[in-house]
């Protein structure tokens, strides 16, 4: 049994595909097939069933993996723990970032993050929240900066700071003689959303829980705020946006944004690891670097 077996049977895993497990280790696919093969022979069981598409593990396979995953997640930190003892912050970082942070966020710490940490590698996917809890147990990302909350039990959230909401406008909209907003007083009718799958959506349906049953005329959904600030520009429609958005509204459009009444909610940002991450000093680095990028913000 070597890495390289465990490596290989994790990408098929990963991939669901021979082939593109194969792409992904930058190997030949009867290489990558014959490693697999040896390490079924060495263990006297199927890992994969062949015959699924995308293939998939055997029950066999599962609870190997279970064990290859944290194997190969502690081969991987020996040279991170070799680093951090000798004071030096070096390895990789596979970060995942939700949607409603990404636009807003990134392009602040991460040109910071690579100036002070030259040694560290960095990989960053933009993903919605099931997708990073799912990667996270894979062991496909590293960490993951979300809303706080939204991780279930095995993922440990990093809290860093708050992002109020705030109540995007049409002009055309009674709403817009106001300058503070009551969740009570927002027509349900109104309100468009963001897609299923966005965590900032779940947070808006829970605030306006006792009133989602209200008929729409017609109901738009959208991956992105931005997309949904334009659509309320052209409408009588509302939205609600997050705080780190806020910077990113022109100037005519400004008076389109309103505050939510005490007791309306916010989010908090964290990152999220798994319970198990040995990586902490590449992770306080980021959470340094990210915290130092929004108190410039602040200022």
């Known amino acids: 049994m070597t890495i390289i077996q465990l490596e290989y049977l994790l990408a098929v895993a990963n991939c669901g595909s021979f082939s593109m497990a194969a792409e992904h280790c930058f190997v030949t696919q009867p290489s990558l097939s014959m490693q697999i093969k040896a390490l079924e022979e060495e263990l ?71 100036r002070r940490y030259p040694h560290v590698e960095i990989e960053i996917r933009e993903m919605v929240t099931a997708d990073i809890i799912e990667a996270l147990r894979r062991d496909q990302i590293d960490a993951a900066i979300v809303a706080s909350g939204t991780c279930p039990e095995g993922i440990i959230e990093h809290d860093m700071f708050s992002d109020r909401f705030f109540l995007y406008v049409s002009t055309s909209n009674p709403l817009y003689e ?84 005490k007791g309306a909610t916010s989010r908090k940002i964290a990152v999220a690891v798994r319970r198990t991450y040995v990586k902490t000093s590449i992770v306080q680095a980021l959470m340094q670097t990210i915290m130092s990028s929004v108190a410039k913000r602040v200022k």
Do not use: W
């Open 44 to 114: 006297g069981v199927v890992l994969l069933d062949r015959s699924k598409k995308p293939v998939i593990p055997t029950e066999a396979g599962e609870a190997v993996l279970e064990q290859v995953r944290e194997t190969l997640k502690e081969y991987n930190s020996i040279r991170e723990v070799v680093a951090e003892m000798k004071g030096e912050i070096s390895g990789k970082l596979r970060l995942g970032v939700i949607p409603t942070i990404a636009p807003y966020l990134l392009h602040k710490f991460i040109p910071e993050f690579v």
């Open 178 to 261: 106001r300058s503070n907003v009551r969740i009570e007083d927002i027509d349900m009718k109104d309100l468009i959303l963001l897609s299923p799958g966005n965590c900032m959506r779940d947070q808006i349906l829970e605030l306006c829980q006792a009133r989602r049953e209200t008929v729409q005329n017609y109901s738009f959904e959208s991956g992105t705020i931005d997309t949904l600030m334009r659509l309320v520009d052209c409408t009588n429609n509302v939205t609600i946006i997050p705080e780190m958005a806020l910077e990113y509204i022109p100037i005519e459009h400004r008076s389109q944004v309103k505050t939510l009444a």
